[in-house]
């Protein structure tokens, strides 16, 4: 009995597999020609995009001296440190994610880039070695509400000085001189921001000055703006947007990552960077600008364009001479 069994068992496993032979040998005997089917992938976009951005063109604003700071004069770092939130801690705005100005670098895992070098450089000087930095990472539309909520205590992320902010923040002197451009794939056939049409769509920072630049300097183009800066690179790679424009030191990070595109044109504007820090806190912007006197005079400024911007934008630079207003 017990071999009939066996026997049968292995003759229904036999016609199993042969039935299932069958069946697929019946589903690959389709037509030659079927297509695979069309699948509709909608493309990724970046969260808080605006395709239809309220944009007024920029217009020279003399209302102010922007440029213009509070000297540094006899300022101690223990006056300085008692506007801080925390006297023995300082809460710095800054960005992670725009290379050679401030991001994380993946292989350590620490914050890099000109900005952060200012940004250390001053913490240094103001609460000694090793300066205990709260580094609160924001985009570019948050930086000035970061200060007048008293989030941190300053901000050094590629901030512009204009006479719109004074009115919210104060402003340390001019630490750097940028200009804004375009980036684009280097098949566009756009040269430059006088080459951009009705056809165009140009990606910048929502609540950065770049937009009204753009509009300053060419109304046609449709504006797309995205909450980062670094959000741009995306919608370009992927052919959302013709062009990227902000300034040439943030797009310059952009190429480094992706040699398939360039900068282009001449500079459509002059971008002044500050550290922005909390209205009134006085005391603190004149202790901050001594600190930036003594970086630029010690070499510390010279070295840190010379790592991070000098190759990359193709030019040597100089430190800009601080303005003041007392």
């Not at 205990?132 to 901000?155: A, C, G, H, Y």
């Amino acid at each position: 009995m017990s071999q009939q069994r066996n026997r049968t068992h292995r003759t229904r496993l036999a016609a199993a597999a042969a039935a299932l032979t069958g069946l697929l040998l019946a589903a690959c005997a389709g037509p030659a020609d079927m297509e695979p089917p069309e699948v509709d992938v909608p493309t990724p976009l970046p969260a808080g995009i605006d395709f239809s951005p309220e944009v007024t063109a920029s217009v020279p604003d003399d209302s102010c001296d922007p440029l213009a700071s509070f000297a540094p004069g006899a300022v101690t770092a223990d006056q300085a440190r008692a506007q801080l939130d925390n006297d023995g801690q300082i809460s710095i705005g800054i960005s992670q994610s725009t290379n050679l100005l401030g991001y994380r670098d993946p292989v350590t895992n620490s914050l890099a880039g000109f900005d952060i070098d200012i940004a250390r450089a001053v913490a240094t000087a103001l609460l000694g070695e090793d300066p205990n930095i709260k580094w609160v990472p924001m985009t570019s539309n948050q930086r000035e509400d970061s200060l007048k909520e008293d989030r941190v205590d300053l901000v050094v992320r590629s901030m512009s000085i204009n006479c719109g902010r004074w009115e919210n923040i104060d402003f340390s002197a001019e630490y750097y001189r940028a200009g804004q451009r375009l980036l684009v794939t280097k098949d566009s056939g756009i040269e430059g921001v006088a080459d951009l049409t009705a056809d165009h769509t140009v990606c910048t920072g929502a609540g950065s000055t770049s937009g009204g630049n753009i509009a300053a300097a060419n109304d046609k183009a449709q504006q797309v703006t995205v909450p980062d800066f670094n959000d741009c690179l995306m919608l370009l790679q992927q052919g959302t947007v013709d062009a990227i424009s902000t300034d040439d030191t943030i797009l310059a990070g952009m190429a480094v990552q992706d040699p398939t595109l360039e900068i282009v044109g001449e500079a459509f504007s002059v971008e002044s960077y500050g550290i922005g820090v909390q209205k009134d806190n006085t005391d603190l912007t004149r202790f901050v600008n001594a600190a930036l006197e003594d970086l630029i005079a010690d070499g510390t400024w010279a070295n840190s364009y010379g790592d991070w911007l000098e190759e990359p934008l193709g030019t040597a630079a100089t430190a800009p001479t601080a303005v003041y207003r007392d």
